[in-house]
């Protein structure tokens, strides 16, 4: 009896303990103007624009519909995209590119042919081509960036493609653009030469000497014929068995060094195993691989007389995991992704590695626009934001500026691949004496009291706080329904150096105000 009275205390004493410990979370969150790691590059909340399910056709274009403009534009489309403030959006591909030829989606469009598109198994009217991409990105108010095809394409047809949208007049491509009722040039700066071109799903695969050689000699080419554009090499893809992410992206490095400005990463991560905390922990190797790169990058340059940088490009990222296979894969509906919360977060967590190493990383492309594994999605008759556009759209219209290298000491978790997880993943930027200070607690259940701290200078004035959240880490936004948006909750009057702030469970929270 006494050996049963015994191991219930202990028994008790234990829930105790983790019930106190549970409760008792705390952590603090150090800022220093000094501590710098670089300037925020607006690029790096682009987007992405693919030939593939309804993205563009029924998504993007939809001529006919009485919710699209004289052009074919879906009206809330543009809204929405606007919303996101879109610097910068990359076409037509993805996998797509690499069997793409430019000059079917231009002219007339009677005169245009219709072609099987082999990445995606589906039919291209190319009833939209690159005029029709250049309306639309001016339209939203982005930048266009452009991938040619190194898959099945030809050195001259990336040659000319930039002539067409670059060359003011005079040669056969400048003429025909202005043919084709564009007369002043697109002035398209960022060309990626290529798409995962490392994988074996890609059309016209190559290995890594291939593909240097023959993109060496296509940016030899582009940039003659338009000097002032930036390129970017077709970095590892690094999934579904492409090749050794470091082995290809030193050759690449090797061969490019002196005409690329990019080098291009790609990441999705999923949550097939309903492991939510592991979930939490997909984006943990984002530094690691951007740290790894930028290795490579100085190993390259080392051999170049170059004075100009070579950044990273994280240009395909998202979570996808549900609608990746088989028949979820093909046809008119493919890859439409349905976002819940948890999903927002690690969206989050993403961006919040971007802008932790924004002396390297200059450009990121969320995989994509509308429809497919996107932030907007459409019927029809109707538009609704995923939970996914919230923490992009919050990032993207306030993160700007510098950003800081913030000290965090947060509890932790371990999972089977990352040991010491931090329940708190933070970037901070500061931009004209505003400091933005971007926080998720990855926590499932347990908000965390955090001590916010100054060693330079202090804050004052009403803090602005926005808040991504909702019932359930699975609740899902959908057509007259968003219960994961962004919620600006009640402002913090600050004065002084710290301030503490609550985080609650599996959130998202924005903190802004002023720093000096």
């Known amino acids: ?44 909340y682009g987007n992405f624009a693919e030939h593939l399910g309804r993205c563009i056709y029924g998504g993007i274009y939809d001529p006919g519909s009485k919710l699209s403009n004289k052009m074919g534009f879906r009206k809330d489309v543009l809204k929405a995209a606007k919303g996101l403030n879109v610097p910068l959006l990359r076409w037509p591909g993805g996998n797509f590119v690499s069997g793409y030829h430019w000059e079917d989606g231009i002219g007339p469009k009677k005169n245009r042919p219709e072609r099987t598109d082999l990445a995606w198994h589906t039919p291209e009217p190319n009833t939209f081509g690159t005029d029709e991409f250049i309306d639309f990105c001016r339209a939203v108010g982005t930048e266009p960036y452009f991938a040619v095809n190194l898959g099945t394409g030809t050195l001259d047809e990336a040659r000319n493609w930039v002539e067409y949208c670059n060359v003011k007049e005079g040669p056969y491509y400048a003429e025909l653009r202005k043919k084709n009722g564009h007369t002043k040039p697109h002035n398209v700066m960022y060309w990626s030469l290529g798409n995962e071109m490392d994988g074996f799903w890609q059309m016209g695969h ?186 992009l759209a919050l990032y993207a219209n306030n993160s700007h500026g510098t950003a800081l290298d913030a000290f965090v000491d947060s509890p932790t978790y371990d999972t089977e691949q990352w040991k010491q997880v931090p329940y708190l993943d933070v970037s901070v930027a500061y931009n004209n004496d505003e400091v933005i200070i971007n926080v998720v607690n990855r926590h499932l259940e347990e908000s965390i009291n955090t001590e916010i701290i100054s060693q330079t200078g202090e804050f004052s004035g009403t803090f602005s706080v926005y808040e991504v959240n909702g019932p359930d880490v699975k609740t899902e936004n959908t057509f007259g329904s968003e219960p994961v948006k962004s919620v600006k909750k009640p402002g913090i009057k600050v004065k002084g150096n710290s301030f503490s702030y609550e985080f609650p469970p599996h959130s998202y929270v924005m903190i802004k105000g002023k720093l000096k």
């Not at 549970?22 to 800022?31: G, P, S, T, V």
């Not at 493919?334 to 927002?344: C, H, P």
Request: glycine letters at 6%; charged letters at 25%.
């Open 1 to 44: 009896m006494l050996r049963i009275i015994y191991y219930f205390l202990i028994a008790l004493m234990i829930g105790i303990s983790t019930t106190v410990q549970a409760a008792d979370l705390n952590a603090r969150i150090k800022i220093d103007t000094e501590r710098t790691i670089g300037e925020i590059n607006k690029n790096i």
């Open 206 to 391: 190559k290995n890594a000497d291939d593909y240097g050689k023959y993109a060496l000699e296509a940016a030899k080419l582009m940039k003659w014929t338009s000097p002032e554009i930036k390129l970017i090499a077709a970095g590892s893809s690094n999934f579904y068995g492409g090749a050794d992410p470091h082995g290809w992206n030193r050759v690449v490095l090797d061969y490019l060094k002196d005409y690329v400005d990019y080098i291009a990463l790609h990441k999705y991560v999923g949550n097939r195993d309903n492991d939510y905390y592991s979930f939490m922990a997909s984006t943990m190797d984002i530094d690691e691989r951007t740290s790894i790169v930028e290795g490579q990058i100085k190993e390259a340059l080392s051999k170049s007389r170059r004075k100009t940088p070579i950044y990273v490009a994280w240009d395909e990222y998202n979570v996808w995991y549900r609608a990746r296979g088989g028949a979820a894969a093909r046809g008119r509906n493919a890859l439409e992704e349905k976002y819940n919360l948890e999903d927002a977060l690690v969206v989050a967590g993403f961006l919040n590695a971007f802008i932790r190493n924004a002396h390297i990383v200059k450009m990121a492309n969320m995989a994509q626009l509308v429809n497919v594994i996107a932030p907007i999605f459409t019927s029809e008759t109707d538009m609704f934001r995923q939970t996914i556009y919230y923490p």
